[in-house]
């Protein structure tokens, strides 16, 4: 089992950046995908991007691609998604989580963590 903590979320203004992490315990990222959702008040959750995990491939929402950044660190224990030019759609909880195949659909994803609040003024 993949326990997933997520942090970095916090309150900020619109065209600024925010760093999220997500740490692993138990086991490590080894072999999974991971992958970044976020779901607005009222919402359901959506996918925002996702990177795998031999290749590195990335892939990414349209409405985050540019702007966001997802990553993984080489021990396999935490993961990043860096939100640049913040916007205040981008307001939401934001979940990671991890999958056994490279995808962006929820359903692939087995793991996930408690969430972290990111609000963003305009």
């Known amino acids: 089992q993949v326990l997933l903590v997520e942090s970095g979320g916090g309150l900020v203004q619109a065209g600024e950046s925010l760093r999220l992490s997500c740490a692993a315990s138990?086991?490590?990222?080894?072999?999974?995908?991971v992958g970044w959702f976020r779901q607005a008040r009222g919402a359901n959750r959506e996918f925002v991007a996702t990177i795998s995990y031999l290749t590195r491939s990335t892939m990414y929402a349209d409405s985050v691609k540019g702007r966001f950044t997802v990553s993984r660190d080489s021990a396999e224990k935490t993961a990043y998604l860096e939100m640049n030019s913040l916007k205040s759609e981008d307001t939401a909880v934001y979940y990671c989580?991890?999958?056994?195949?490279?995808?962006?659909?929820?359903?692939?994803?087995?793991?996930w963590g408690q969430g972290t609040q990111v609000t963003v003024s305009s």
């Open positions: 138990g086991r490590s990222f080894r072999g999974y995908a």
């Open positions: 989580a991890v999958a056994g195949a490279f995808s962006r659909s929820l359903d692939q994803y087995n793991y």
